[in-house]
T-cell receptor, first 109, second 114 residues
């Protein structure tokens, strides 16, 4: 089967950098995605890594290492509005997504 | 602006009732999905559909069925609601042409079964 592991909670202060790690087990997948969900809101897509390496989108970066079955989401210059849950997601067969249990990020001033 | 809408934001039903949750997307996406989200468990896939009248079981299909008669509409049916189906239900859609990794979610329906 497939599984993803990520920390349940992370705390940080405004302006800091935080890294949310994700390890996974799967027999095969197309890529690793990250989604953000604010409390009471819908999940929204943040980034996708099809290949090993770093993808940067503004203050957010995502990394994938297939050989280590590992990825991470890096959030820089943290803002209060970044307080949310972050999910690492396996993209299988190009359509079905397997979600991790999510990491709740709390940003304080 | 892409949009996925769900018929109700909040719903309260009694045990044993038949429940319909409706989802409509305006992006002409082939793929549509139903998830349930429970605290500490993340999102779990119930059913998905690649095309009209096509459906595939996800990880937790028991107690649910789906219907996709039109491309833009995907319905989730609880044949006989039970209290363990109290949850947040999220609908999503995606395009296989774009890789399928970016799913667009509706606002969710919080269902309470009493």
């Amino acid at each position: 089967g497939q599984s993803l592991e990520q920390p349940s909670e992370v705390t940080a202060v405004e302006g800091a950098i935080v890294q949310i790690n994700c390890t996974y087990q799967t027999s095969g997948f197309y890529g690793l995605s990250w989604y953000q969900q604010h409390d009471g809101g819908a999940p929204t897509f943040l980034s996708y890594n099809a290949l090993d390496g770093l993808e940067e989108t503004g203050r957010f970066s995502s990394f994938l290492s297939r050989s280590d079955s590992y990825g991470y989401l890096l959030l820089q210059e943290l803002q209060m509005k970044d307080s949310a849950s972050y999910f690492c997601v396996l993209n299988q067969a190009g359509t079905a997504l397997i979600f991790g249990k999510g990491t709740t990020l709390s940003v304080s001033s | 602006d892409v949009k996925v809408t769900q018929s109700s934001r909040y719903l309260v039903k009694r045990t044993g009732e038949k429940v319909f949750l409706e989802c409509v997307q305006d992006m002409d996406h082939e793929n549509m999905f139903w998830y349930r989200q429970d605290p500490g468990l993340g999102l779990r896939l119930i059913y998905f559909s690649y095309d009209v009248k096509m459906k595939e079981k996800g990880d937790i299909p028991e107690g649910y069925s789906v219907s996709r008669e039109k491309k833009e509409r995907f319905s989730l049916i609880l044949e006989s609601a039970s209290t363990n189906q109290t949850s947040m239900y999220l609908c999503a859609s995606s395009s296989p042409l774009a890789g399928g990794h970016e799913q667009y979610f509706g606002p969710g329906t919080r269902l309470t079964v009493t």
